[in-house]
Every structure is written in structure tokens, then in C-alpha cells.
Nanobody, 124 residues
Framework: QVQLVESGGGLVQAGGSLRLSCAAS????????MGWFRQAPGKEPEFVAV????????YNSNSVKGRFTISTDNAKNTVYLQMNSLKPEDTAVYYC?????????????????WGQGTQVTVSS
């Protein structure tokens, strides 16, 4: 049974930082691209960042480029999202997801497994 469990969300002031973690179990971590998405109230899910199954390549959305960094620790089957210079518009539920394959997937339908989400709230 595949499980993705996010942690690290919370309330932070604008300009602050948070690091989200997503622990994966039940899958061969090195065969999956790992992505982060977010969804604000009343909005569609938004792609945030993805890292390839090899860990060699990453891709960020324009809205977070230069502020967020995705990384993995294959020994721990964990993917991270380091979020710096947070803005109120970053407020959302953040989800990690796993997509089997070698590409950098940015669409929700590419992903096979999803976590339950963790709330990030940025106050102004």
C-alpha cells in the first residue's frame, strides 16, 4: 500500500520560511518523479515543483522560482520543499505526489499517488 505523508506546514509571517517533508512508503522511490502541488480555497490545484526520479533535475513554477527548492533524500524515501521569502499568496494546502516515470511532470493527471496535504498559511 502506497502512502505519502506530508508534514511541516504551519503559520508563518510574510518573508519567513518553512520546510515541508513528504515521506513515501510502499513504492520504489527511485522510479518515481516527485512533485508538489498546492490548492488555495476556491481555486484549482496548482503545480509548484517537481524533481526527477534520478534526483538530477528539477523544475519550478514561475510563481515560486527563486524562492522554493525541491530536493530528495533517497535513503529516507523523503522529498522536501524548502520555501523561503514566503508571501501571503503562497497560502494553500500543499500536496506531494508521485508519478511513475522519468520526466518532470507538471499536470495532476500524470500523478499516481497523492498525500493528504498540509496547510501553509502566510500572514501579511
Amino acid at each position: 500500500q502506497v502512502q505519502l505523508v506530508e508534514s511541516g506546514g504551519g503559520l508563518v509571517q510574510a518573508g519567513g520560511s518553512l520546510r515541508l517533508s513528504c515521506a513515501a512508503s510502499g513504492l520504489t522511490f527511485s522510479r518515481y518523479a516527485m512533485g508538489w502541488f498546492r490548492q488555495a480555497p476556491g481555486k484549482e490545484p496548482e503545480f509548484v515543483a517537481v524533481i526527477s526520479w534520478s534526483g538530477d533535475s528539477t523544475y519550478n513554477s514561475n510563481s515560486v522560482k527563486g524562492r522554493f527548492t525541491i530536493s530528495t533524500d533517497n535513503a529516507k524515501n523523503t522529498v522536501y520543499l524548502q520555501m523561503n521569502s514566503l508571501k501571503p499568496e503562497d497560502t494553500a494546502v500543499y500536496y506531494c505526489a508521485a508519478a511513475r516515470g522519468s520526466l518532470l511532470y507538471t499536470r495532476t493527471h500524470h500523478y499516481d499517488y497523492w498525500g493528504q496535504g498540509t496547510q501553509v498559511t502566510v500572514s501579511s
